[in-house]
């Protein structure tokens, strides 16, 4: 059911992707299976960030988070701060953000997990961005981008050359903005 969510969501069905994360919850909550309810939570805020329903996505990350923090699951923690950092920024509460996301870096680096290093790198690039603070926002875009390409996420490491393109477009330094495009 979980994996159908998330095919549904990737499909852009967004209310079917709820309604099985939804029934998968119940499941797993009837089951007492908190690593997989504390998944489904964090499944639920998303679709609810991506529909625009900032508030019940800070809801369902927020329980994820407690259930991860009793379990002592710290990627699982680390993903929950990052993804309420995310809501964070699009609410535009941007120093709640960068709070949240600089304490998922925290402890992905602690955990030594490069992936979830680079995105919160670039999340927090991304709130600097939102900011104007373009030279800041280059910094983590750039260090993001050096850490995709280590571990070799070229999908990723392409939505951090578009980034730092978007910085140097707004920046007014276009033909350095084309070659990161291109």
């Given at each position: 059911l979980s994996t159908?969510?998330?095919?549904?969501?990737?499909?852009?069905n967004l209310n079917k992707a709820l309604e099985h994360h939804e029934y998968a919850k119940?499941?797993?909550?009837?089951?007492?299976?908190?690593?997989?309810?504390?998944?489904?939570?964090?499944?639920?805020?998303?679709?609810?960030?991506?529909?625009?329903?900032?508030?019940e996505a800070l809801m369902y990350h927020k329980k994820a988070l407690e259930i991860d923090t009793e379990l002592e699951d710290h990627r699982g923690?680390?993903?929950?701060?990052?993804?309420?950092?995310?809501?964070?920024?699009?609410k535009g509460e941007f120093e709640k953000a960068l709070d949240y996301h600089l304490r998922a870096l925290d402890?992905?680096?602690k955990i030594k997990?490069?992936?979830g290093e680079a995105s919160d790198l670039g999340n927090i690039g991304s709130v600097y961005y939102e900011r104007g603070e373009?030279?800041?926002?280059?910094?983590?875009?750039?260090?993001?981008?050096?850490?995709?390409?280590?571990?070799?996420?070229?999908?990723?490491?392409?939505?951090?050359?578009?980034?730092?393109?978007?910085?140097?477009s707004e920046k007014g330094d276009l033909e350095v903005a084309l070659q990161y495009h291109r």
């Open positions: 159908t969510g998330l095919v549904y969501g990737a499909l852009g119940k499941i797993y909550h009837r089951e007492k299976n908190k690593k997989g309810l504390a998944t489904q939570y964090g499944n639920i805020g998303l679709i609810y960030n991506t529909q625009g329903k900032l508030e923690i680390a993903t929950d701060l990052n993804n309420i950092g995310i809501v964070y920024k699009d402890i992905h680096r997990d490069l992936d373009l030279d800041k926002a280059l910094e983590y875009h750039r260090e993001s981008l050096r850490i995709q390409r280590l571990v070799g996420d070229p999908v990723e490491g392409a939505h951090q050359l578009g980034n730092i393109g978007l910085i140097y």
